[in-house]
């Protein structure tokens, strides 16, 4: 993969963007196994650390897309339509903020 990263913003959230675009060009296969964090910082020519945080913020977004899925999967199956799950959300987040 080849990196080449705008100085105005952050490495880390490139490199996620510059991942997902390999996924969705089909250049890396979804669910193929991607490099360690060593590997992938030599490879990008970035710090470990860098490399750690792009990982782990694709897998927290996984994580979240998981979830994400379940829970709509769950409602549709109580009868929820789209709109009435963004209305049931958005309520629900007005709420908790309001606590």
């Known amino acids: 993969m080849e990196w080449r990263f705008d100085p105005g913003g952050a490495i880390y959230a ?3 963007a510059r991942i997902k675009e390999a996924i969705a060009s089909g250049a890396l296969a979804p669910g193929a196994r991607l490099p360690a964090v060593r590997e992938l910082a030599i490879d ?4 470990p650390n860098t490399a750690q945080r792009a990982l782990a913020e694709l897998e927290r977004r996984e994580l979240a897309r998981g979830h994400a899925e379940s829970f709509v999967t769950a409602m549709a199956a109580l009868g929820y339509s789209g709109a009435e799950l963004e209305a049931f959300l ?3 987040i007005r709420e908790k903020e309001e606590e």
Request: net charge positive; hydrophobic share 40%; aromatic share 10%.
């Open 14 to 16: 490139q490199m996620v």
């Open 44 to 47: 990008a020519g970035v710090n």
């Open 90 to 92: 958005k309520n629900y």
